[in-house]
């Protein structure tokens, strides 16, 4: 009898201890099971076309991009970086989804600007008549809304297919301008208008085929809110460079799509 109340508190001690243990071997459970294994596809938006330097192939991959950025800070288990200025669609097919495998937890991905002549419209707005420019918007608007979502479908059940454990994350384009005033060199307000309003009908498009396709859209729109080109602190090139103009620079990949990436994560 009186070894009792001794008895009772070794008793506590070990439940104690073996509450603990089992707490720390859950923890590394579920520290294992949280190992993210990324891989980054798409276009000039996700390689970082704009934010330099790059590397050595012909996809001007830069680390100042967004998602080596977010690889960076979020220490991840393994980072594979396909993605690449240029792509369209069926690149992404073709020569990116290899990448992907059972073991792949999160995919994102920047695409269908360039299917939907990106920089044949930009080309034609900034050098070329208001009617030119327009015809180019009006065509690039009908084929997002009629032809783009197909290939987007497509793509998406190829990333599926490859990587059926993985999150996709779909990134959008950001608006390009801002609408004021500009200088006598700029385009004028009526193309960067009706180029802001071409990007508003891609990223509906976009965000409508991610979600048919059950991935989370991230919206880069507002993050660029008036950081456009003709901006007083621009994240967007203008024609400085003819490969990255209209392309986001440094800033841009840091401070506008790794935000938005960060929001889609959480």
Known sequence: MPHRPLARALAALVALFTAALGA???SGTAQAAAA???????????SGVGAGPYDLSTCLRSQKSYAPLWAAANAVTSFKFPACGGAVTTDVINNQVGSLSTSTTLVTITIGGNDAGFADVITSCRFGSTSN???AVNEAKAFAATTLP???????AAVRNRAPNARLIVLGYPRLFETGSCGLLAMSSYKRTILNE????LATVISGRAAAA???FADTRPYFAGHGVCAADPWIRDVSGVIEAYHPDADGYRHGYLPALNAATR
Do not use: I, Q
């Not at 294994?37 to 938006?45: E, K, R």
């Not at 197909?150 to 793509?155: E, F, I, S």
């Not at 071409?198 to 009908?201: G, K, L, Q, R």
């Open 24 to 26: 720390v071997l859950a």
């Open 36 to 46: 993210v294994n990324y891989v980054a596809l798409g276009d000039s938006y996700s």
């Open 133 to 135: 420019c327009t015809n």
């Open 150 to 156: 197909g290939r987007l479908d497509a793509t998406y």
């Open 198 to 201: 071409a990007a508003d009908v």
């Open 214 to 216: 059950g991935a989370t």
